[in-house]
Every structure is written in structure tokens, then in C-alpha cells.
């Protein structure tokens, strides 16, 4: 906010339901806003690829190392719900890329539906997620009670792997897959978490009409942000529900 | 880029392209298609070829995700170096990883483990069950 800047650049409301927006001090046009905003989320988004990036490598090394672990851990997994859960992240992308469009053409109401609709697939994506990891909890393949406890010293025993069904007795270092199985998916959760709370942060916004023609960046970049959650997941699927 | 919208002089954001409906619709009806073949074809055995082919159709769903949802298609040469360019340092470290993975899996029978009794570094081999 300025108010004592005699260069301020102030974008108008499109209509009576919309507020103007006003260009931050430190830029000289809008357009300077707007390209700096993106660019600084472009490259946010580059570190989300290689933060990603380096568990997938795990993820290939180790299936490299262990190919019957992982065959054998995949199956422990419902796939249907993998692709369930694939569908509605592929949806919410949509009903997000629609919601941008929206306010990029400054309809408030469908911005707001769409948005909504997006936290929504967040919503059901992460119940699904919660019915797949409480079945990993009962079989003894991620005991979440016991994540950070210290392993058997005697048997070598791990304390959140316990596999007392035997379903990975088969195979060398069946932990290995779970491991990587909840690293993966947890932090993805997490950013799933996150996305929804800034759509949710982003609605209060469309609600109070600052998003508009004009200026809809925060809606965006948000928008990017859902995208890339989306993209993760492309390839989460197949190498976790449907190991090759 | 600049479209029909780039009308509003000085106050426009500028390059912002508006995508239709119909393009967002098609572009989730090819995704949902795509992993529904990504389910088909992980039903046949063809050995090491279905990490390739899953990995493919994968990238093909990145592609259009990145592209028109992401309008990357319509963004500037300075975001779309920046976002791709992640591409390239990431094929940097799955190279230099697969790399070792591989030249090291020549000395297979030198792979050494855990023992589950001491913890000490000993040969798989010698271990009952192979865990």
C-alpha cells in the first residue's frame, strides 16, 4: 500500500462488486507486478521440482536395487483407490484451471464455485488417503503409533514395520517400499493440505472482490501451486499402485 | 503473446490468455483417457519395457498438465526456461544416480548388508531368510 508514492498505479474495479487493485509501490506498472509475481512462483515451483525430484530418485534407485520388493509392496495396495484418487486430483485440476478463467474474466459466482469445487477433490482425496493409511496401519506396514521409535536392538526389528501378516516375507527389505510409499505420499498430502488452505485463502479474496480482470495473479498462482500437486501425483500413481 | 485481451492500455496485466472451456474439457477428457490406459496397459507383462511405457504415457499427462493448465504454452521465454530448466537438473541427478546404481551392480556379489544380529556389514548371503 502506498499512499505517498505520486507514481502509484491504481487498477480500477471492473464493477460494483469488484474493489480496485493498487499496483505496489515498488513497481512501476502492473505488467512489472505481474511478471515478477510469476517469475518468483516459477522458480518457487523449480524447487518443488527438485525437492520432489531427489525422492523420486530414491524411489528408482532402490527399485533398481530391489524389484520384487516393490512388485510385491505395490500389490499391497488398493490400485482402485490409486486411480480413484488419480481422477479426482485430474478433476480438481480442471474445476482449478476453471476457476482461474473465472476471474480472469472477472465472474465473480463461478470463481467461487469452482475454487470451492477444488477444495472439495482436496477434500475427498485426502479421506481416501486416510482409508488407505489405516489399512497400512492394521497389517503392520506403516504402524504411524510407532514411526519414530528405535528398532529392536535384538532382532533388528523395526517398530512401524512389523508386516504380521507376512505379506513381504517373501522379498528382501520389504520396509524399503513403505518407506518410500509414505515419504512419497506424505508430503505430497501435505502439499495438498496447503493448496487447499490457500484456495480457501483465495476464496475470502474472490468473496471480497479483489480478484478481477484486472488483477487475478494471487488466483494464479494459487492455481500453479494446485497444478503441480496434480503433476506429482501423474506419476506417483503408476510407480507406486501399479509398480513396473 | 498477446491476445483480443491485451485492449486495456496501460493498466492491463498483459499476456494474459484467457483459454476457452471447451480446451480445459479436452484436456481433462485426454488426461482421464491416458490413465485409464496407464491401468490397461500395467495388466500385461512386457518386462522392463513397463517402467518405459508408464513413465511415457506419464510424461505425455505432465506435458499437457504443465502446458495448457499450467498455460506454460502462453507464458514468457523467461518462465518457461526457469520451470523446464528443473527438468534438466533433475535428469542430471537421475543420471549421475543411475549411473553409480549401475556401474556397481557389476560387483553384485561385493553387495554387503546390515546383519540383523550385530548390525555389523556382512554378506546378504549369509543371512537366514535374505532379510
Redesign the interface.
Known amino acids: 500500500m502506498s499512499h505517498d508514492d505520486h507514481h502509484a ?1 491504481t ?2 474495479a471492473p464493477g460494483p462488486e469488484f474493489v480496485p487493485h493498487e499496483v505496489a509501490h515498488h513497481f512501476s ?3 512489472q507486478e ?2 515478477a509475481g ?2 518468483g512462483f ?2 518457487f ?3 518443488e ?2 525437492l520432489f ?2 525422492l ?2 530414491a524411489y ?2 532402490y527399485h ?2 530391489y524389484p520384487e520388493t516393490f512388485v510385491l509392496g505395490g500389490k499391497q495396495l488398493d ?1 482402485k483407490l490409486g ?1 480413484l484418487n ?2 479426482v486430483l ?2 480438481s ?2 474445476t ?3 476457476g482461474v ?1 473465472s476471474a ?2 472477472s465472474q465473480k459466482k463461478k470463481t467461487l464455485t469452482y475454487l470451492g469445487l477444488t477444495v472439495l477433490g482436496a477434500v475427498i482425496f485426502m479421506c481416501i488417503k486416510y482409508i488407505e493409511y489405516s489399512a497400512k496401519n492394521e497389517h503392520g506396514l506403516i504402524e504411524f503409533g510407532h514411526l519414530f521409535d528405535p528398532y529392536n536392538e535384538g ?2 526389528q523395526l517398530a512401524w514395520f512389523t508386516d504380521h501378516d507376512g505379506v513381504m ?1 517373501s522379498v ?2 520389504g520396509h524399503m517400499f513403505f518407506a518410500i510409499y509414505l515419504t512419497m505420499t506424505g508430503i505430497h498430502g501435505l502439499h495438498v493440505v496447503i493448496g487447499a488452505g490457500l484456495i480457501i485463502w483465495i476464496m475470502v479474496g474472490t468473496a471480497k472482490g479483489r480478484f478481477h ?5 494471487p488466483v494464479d498462482l494459487v ?2 501451486y494446485w ?2 500437486v ?2 506429482i501425483w ?2 506417483l ?3 507406486l499402485y ?1 509398480v ?1 | 503473446m498477446s491476445d483480443a485481451h491485451d485492449t486495456h492500455g496501460e493498466l492491463d496485466m498483459g499476456h494474459h490468455h484467457v483459454s476457452s472451456s471447451a480446451m480445459f474439457s479436452s484436456v481433462l477428457v485426454a488426461l482421464l483417457f491416458l490413465t485409464f490406459i496407464t491401468v490397461a496397459v500395467a495388466q500385461f507383462d512386457f518386462g522392463s519395457a513397463n517402467m518405459l511405457i508408464a513413465m511415457g504415457i506419464a510424461a505425455v499427462k505432465a506435458s499437457l498438465v504443465i502446458a495448457f493448465f499450467m498455460h506454460v504454452k502462453w507464458d514468457t521465454a523467461i518462465n518457461k526456461i526457469v520451470f523446464l530448466s528443473s527438468f534438466l537438473f533433475l535428469s542430471l541427478l537421475f543420471v549421475f544416480t543411475l549411473a553409480d546404481l549401475f556401474t556397481r551392480r557389476l560387483d553384485n556379489e561385493m553387495h554387503i548388508t546390515r546383519s540383523p544380529v550385530d548390525k555389523g556389514w556382512v554378506h546378504p548371503s549369509t543371512i537366514e531368510g535374505g532379510h
Open positions: 498505479v487498477i480500477p506498472t502492473p505488467v505481474f511478471q510469476k517469475l516459477w522458480l515451483l523449480a524447487t521440482i527438485l525430484g531427489g523420486f530418485a528408482f534407485y533398481e536395487m490400485w486411480a488419480t481422477s485430474l478433476l485440476s480442471w482449478m484451471a476453471m478463467r480472469q474474466t532382532t533388528g516375507a528382501p527389505h480482470a484486472g488483477y487475478y495473479m492455481g500453479l497444478h503441480l496434480d503433476l501423474i506419476f500413481f503408476p510407480l501399479l513396473p
